[in-house]
């Protein structure tokens, strides 16, 4: 193995607390992934050689922000693509974590990596909001997005699994200020903004509390 990615990887196990068992099931996924990247996309080509923290660190930060009381309820990450936050976590042992997506063949990859590290995950092949409006899944008890749409997009694309106690833990870019304005044109929520340990630029959003504005109610 690339003495690089061994080097991360330890570096990766010491950020993230992750015990020896639990960083073999990491590096399983690192290599599927690896293997994986040359037949479908799954990762930006240029993000492969910083996998350990642009990834997988980048995923595992959310980890302490998962309420106690919430981690026996259902975890979806919707728009998932190659398992990022919702696989890390689920390896994490964070328990019914719901990994959903709209391509088939990210959704094959995502089967396998489940299957060789047996962690305790459910891959979805499907377009929310569309059959989450059919009544098939049940109310998220915590909303996980990386990089999946605009917040005022993403809302509407969550809001049929979401609940009055639904906790929404989303990462976001340099333009989150902007992002959270344009929310609140339609949206209500508690918020909580967090610095990111792997980008200086980027923000962990928690929202709660997720409501449309009264003026946007039929």
């Not at 980008?199 to 039929?218: A, D, H, P, T, Y």
């Amino acid at each position: 193995m690339n003495k690089k990615l061994v080097n991360d990887a330890e570096n990766f196990a010491k950020t993230a607390n992750v015990s020896r068992e639990t960083l073999e099931k990491f590096m399983v996924y690192q290599e599927l992934l690896s293997k994986w990247q040359k037949k479908i996309n799954l990762i930006g080509p240029s993000t492969i050689y910083n996998l350990w923290e642009r990834h997988f660190l980048d995923s595992a930060q959310l980890m302490q922000y998962i309420p106690q009381k919430l981690h026996s309820g259902q975890i979806y990450d919707v728009g998932t693509g190659a398992g990022f936050p919702g696989l890390v976590l689920s390896i994490m042992g964070v328990k019914n974590v719901n990994l959903i997506d709209s391509d088939t063949r990210k959704c094959t990859f995502l089967r396998e990596v489940v299957r060789q590290t047996e962690v305790n995950a459910n891959v979805i092949n499907a377009r929310l909001p569309k059959d989450a409006q059919q009544n098939i899944y049940p109310e998220a008890s915590v909303i996980f997005a990386r990089a999946l749409a605009p917040l005022p997009k993403l809302l509407d694309i969550v809001f049929p699994v979401i609940s009055p106690t639904t906790c929404c833990i989303l990462l976001k870019g340099e333009k989150f200020n902007e992002e959270i304005l344009n929310a609140r044109v339609s949206w209500k929520f508690e918020l909580q903004t967090l610095d990111s340990q792997t980008s200086e630029s980027g923000k962990i959003i928690i929202l709660n509390e997720v409501c449309r504005n009264e003026s946007e109610v039929e």
